[in-house]
């Protein structure tokens, strides 16, 4: 029997800001890639009713269930990463996409969905209980001498899950998107109770084995770098992208040209997807342009809300768990616009192009609504 509370728990707020979001971005879409052939506005819409579906099916069932179902999740995401070498051909030079029939997905978003939720599965405070929920007692705790044997097994296992999708991802290659399962696993086991010192170790560990990641970089990877410290060193090739991008967002000033009226994107390759934020600032000018950032911080803050009031630490790692990927998906998109970060190809979250992205981000938006309209039951 349905219960009225699941109702008056609901945060249509956050609702309404989603589909703001997705509203804004069907919009640039129209608007920038009109004078393509394809349709893309209308696909996008097709993936936003798709992602609906599925954000409606997520927050109906109760996080606990798909918390019980994320080790097969998991491995079913894995097993897509690995099956990318042998079915997808290369794009590009790249392996991104599984075909299933006339259906066309990256199995990387499915990927991150399943890892933040095993992830907070594990550490959650209460493993063997079918419930997963418990006290607020921290569960990465160390002992007077040390870390103890259990510490570090507890710090070893999340750093397992979360580095098998991140190099699965990385040698598709997708750099960007392989990055983001990092900041994911730092900040849930942080909140779990891991020590900050250990924490400050992986980073400078991370740090310091960086410059060796040089020599395993595909060539294009090196040329975007290169280019980001120099967008002049090769203005008609590397560089060429973060040049229009800033030459877009620029032409754009206060107010913006306004809508149907953006001409130098039309110069830009992804204006419609990676750079999509130039295409918008150069149409919405600088208040625009705040104006999204405003609406994009309302939504992480509503989703750091979501798990500080969650009435469990699985919900409250879940939530926490896809604040860090969204918030770090925008800053990074938008660093990388502007040019203050290397070209990623990370996609801008409900703006973008792209129907996997999409749906996921909506998927993630389920859950958050999930853990929301369940608080009261604990």
Known sequence: MFDRRLLKNFDWLLLVITLLLCLIGILTIYSTAKTLDTPYHLKQLASLGLGLVALVIVFSIDYHKWARWAPFLYLGSLLLLFFLFFLSPPVLGVRRWLSIGPLTFQPSEISKAATFLLLARYLSPVRGNPSLSGSDAPILSGTSNGVSRKEKADLLIPLAIVALPLFLIAIQPDLGTALLFLPLGLVLVY??????????????FFLLASPLGWFFLHGYQKRRILSFLNPTRDPLGAGYNIIQSKIAIGSGRLLG????????????PGHHTDFIFSSFAEEWGLLGSLLLILLYLFLIIRAIEISRHAKDRLGSLLAAGIATILASQIIINIAMATGILPATGLPLPFLSYGGSHLVMSLVSIGFLLNIRMRRFMF
Do not use: M
């Open 257 to 268: 040209k306004g809508f149907l009226n953006s001409t130098q994107s039309s110069f830009l």
């Open 191 to 204: 909140l779990a109770g891991a020590r900050i010192k250990h924490l400050f170790l992986l980073i400078a």
